[in-house]
């Protein structure tokens, strides 16, 4: 979970890495309702899982301190720990680093997107953090409108599962899974999945919108979408 602070001219930015948790979630948004104009901000998620017990450190090139320098991934009964991260106001390159010093994770954010044209010196654009309402609408369009965000930020554990709940729930068929499983590259899975829901119609894409409420509730939490319910 990434938030952003800007203060006049510095950014200060803290990036929580911990076990996927409903309570370590909750406990890192009450946290950061504390900091004036804290605001969470959209990131992608890891190609593949992290082991328990191992460090990470965090490399951005622009910073003028990271702390701590290295975190280690484990559950904990309080809030997360974080890296925070002071930087002079600019395009942020991130890049998650494991025990054996290759890269996990890599993340760019320009600064237009996350400075608001208004208020550039106290806010910060987001979504997902608890003030932010969802999308209203069909779940057809729904999922029309964050097809985009969808292809970049699903995960690919998510989509496999994804496929399989597609296929149980007789959103899909047996030979349209076998055709997206073969895909190699994930964002091309990711387009040719939701595409494929979204000309099934609104019953299918509220199945997909359900699915992917369970299977990953942070990233429907980001994209502000909510099914709207399927008959029985």
Not at 67 to 72: G, N
């Amino acid at each position: 979970m990434l938030y952003l602070t800007v203060k006049r001219e510095t950014l200060i930015s803290r990036l929580y890495l911990f076990p996927s948790n409903p309570g370590q979630i909750q406990a890192v948004e009450q946290q950061e309702s504390k900091f004036q104009g804290s605001k969470r901000f959209p990131n992608t998620r890891p190609e593949q899982s992290f082991k328990l017990n191992s460090s990470f450190r965090l490399n951005i090139p622009c910073s003028t301190s990271i702390t701590p320098p290295r975190i280690h991934l484990i559950h904990r009964d309080t809030t997360p720990s974080f890296f925070k991260v002071v930087m002079e106001i600019t395009g942020i390159e991130m890049e998650l680093i494991g025990d054996d010093e290759r890269t996990v994770w890599k993340e760019t954010l320009q600064k237009y997107e996350y400075i608001s044209d208004t208020h550039s010196t106290s806010a910060v654009l987001g979504a997902g953090g608890p003030a932010e309402s969802s999308l209203t609408g069909s779940a057809e369009q729904q999922l029309h409108s964050v097809r985009t965000e969808f292809v970049k930020r699903v995960s690919r554990p998510v989509l496999n599962e994804l496929l399989d709940g597609l296929l149980q729930h007789t959103v899909i068929n047996q030979e349209e899974m076998e055709s997206v499983k073969v895909i190699a590259e994930r964002a091309e899975k990711a387009r040719d999945i939701i595409d494929m829901v979204l000309r099934k119609g609104n019953e299918s894409c509220s199945r997909m919108i359900n699915l992917l409420g369970e299977l990953d509730p942070c990233l429907c939490s980001l994209l502000q979408i909510n099914s709207v319910g399927v008959p029985t």
